[in-house]
Every structure is written in structure tokens, then in C-alpha cells.
T-cell receptor, first 118, second 117 residues
Framework: GENVEQHPSTLSVQEGDSAVIKCTYS??????FPWYKQELGKRPQLIID?????GEKKDQRIAVTLNKTAKHFSLHITETQPEDSAVYFC?????????????????FGSGTQLTVLP | DGGITQSPKYLFRKEGQNVTLSCEQN?????MYWYRQDPGQGLRLIYY???????QKGDIAEGYSVSREKKESFPLTVTSAQKNPTAFYLC????????????????FGEGSWLTVV
């Protein structure tokens, strides 16, 4: 099955600096890569996603890049602010079915605790 | 994602007791999911349902059971067979099965904290 590794597990940056979180995946059939932000005690919320037919996607201060050859994708946050402090999760999913007939499901990384220091 | 309601928010379970966590969605989504989150860890899939009256085991289904009698409801029962149930439980839903449309976005509920006492 799919295996998603996420690094680093913790990241501290000064306010205004950039933050980069990296994920690698194992299943070359994976074609959907979302990123979720989870504040303490709250639900994860989708912040950006990318599909395998594009290499980069931006939304204001957030961008995601995808390298299908190397099987890794990254989240980039520029001009970080204290409210960016949270746990960020990457995930990957392949199209298609398992041998059981079930659709493939998202596999999540272990998360990165981002702290933006004022 | 405001259309997914989980209850209760906090639940305490005695050892040997079964408890049920409720999840209701009004988004008309076909697929629903249950994830478990342990402190400092990622999300692990317990069960999922792609359509009413059908559900599949996820990666950590042992000690849990579900039902999907209605499209909008997907309750999770944590049975006494689950030896370490203390965790944060997240219900989620998505519009399709993923097999039909690549990359269906998953939306999460607010979560339920379960503690064994």
C-alpha cells in the first residue's frame, strides 16, 4: 500500500520568514496530494491540493510543488504569520481500486508542527 | 465542512464498556470516513463507507464497528475489544468514492475526544 513520509516533524521560523514542509510517497499511481492544516483541538482543514497533471499550484502565501519522478511534494508558506502556527498534514491517494474492489483511500503523513515566532 | 456534526465532543468510557460516536452530515456526500488521531501523530483510517449499506475496513478496524443505514449518518462504536481507545476521533465525508473522480476532497467534522477512565 501507499506510504507517506513527512519531514520535518517540527519546524520553527521567525515571523515573515518562509516555511517548507516535504513529503515523499511510495505508490507511483498516486495522483492526488492535499495538504491539511490542524489547529490545536480542531478539525483538519484543507488548505491546498494538487493533482498529478500539474507541477505547482499557488494560493496567496501558500504553494505546493510536485515532483512525480522523485515521488515527492512540498508545501511552501511565505511571509509566515503567527496564525500560521499549527500542525500540517500531507496526504496522497491513487486513482483506482484495491484487489478487494474498494476505492483507494487517502494516506496521511505524520504531520509537522509549525511554530511561527513573533 | 461545517455540515458534518459529531457528538459528543467529549466522552469518557469505562473499561469493558461499548460507546458510540455519532456523525451526521448534511452535505449530501456519498462517502464517509472515521479516522483516529493519537497525540502527535497522523490520521489513521478506521472504517469508510462509499455508499449506503456498505462499508469497508480501514487500516485499524479491530475493536471498532460501524453502520451506514442512512446516507447522512455513519456512527462508530468503540467496543470493549479495543484495548487502547483513548484518542481523538474524526469523522469525514467526501462527495464521491474517489474511484469516480480523482481527488475528491475530504471534509472533516469537529472531532470527538474519547478517554478511558
Amino acid at each position: 500500500g501507499e506510504n507517506v513520509e513527512q519531514h520535518p516533524s517540527t519546524l520553527s521560523v521567525q515571523e515573515g520568514d518562509s516555511a517548507v514542509i516535504k513529503c515523499t510517497y511510495s505508490d507511483s499511481a498516486s495522483n492526488y496530494f492535499p495538504w491539511y492544516k490542524q489547529e490545536l483541538g480542531k478539525r483538519p482543514q484543507l488548505i491546498i491540493d494538487i493533482r498529478s497533471n500539474v507541477g505547482e499550484k499557488k494560493d496567496q502565501r501558500i504553494a505546493v510543488t510536485l515532483n512525480k519522478t522523485a515521488k515527492h511534494f512540498s508545501l511552501h508558506i511565505t511571509e509566515t504569520q503567527p496564525e500560521d502556527s499549527a500542525v500540517y498534514f500531507c496526504a496522497a491517494r491513487a486513482r483506482g481500486f484495491l484487489s478487494s474492489g474498494s476505492a483507494r483511500q487517502l494516506t496521511f503523513g505524520s504531520g509537522t508542527q509549525l511554530t511561527v515566532l513573533p | 465542512d461545517g455540515g458534518i456534526t459529531q457528538s459528543p465532543k467529549y466522552l469518557f468510557r469505562k473499561e469493558g464498556q461499548n460507546v458510540t460516536l455519532s456523525c451526521e452530515q448534511n452535505l449530501n456526500h456519498d462517502a464517509m470516513y472515521w479516522y483516529r488521531q493519537d497525540p502527535g501523530q497522523g490520521l489513521r483510517l478506521i472504517y469508510y463507507s462509499q455508499i449506503v449499506n456498505d462499508f469497508q475496513k480501514g487500516d485499524i478496524a479491530e475493536g471498532y464497528s460501524v453502520s451506514r443505514e442512512k446516507k447522512e449518518s455513519f456512527p462508530l462504536t468503540v467496543t470493549s475489544a479495543q484495548k487502547n481507545p483513548t484518542a481523538f476521533y474524526l469523522c469525514a465525508s467526501s462527495p464521491g468514492t474517489g474511484s469516480q473522480i480523482s481527488g475528491n476532497t475530504i471534509y472533516f467534522g469537529e472531532g470527538s475526544w474519547l478517554t478511558v477512565v
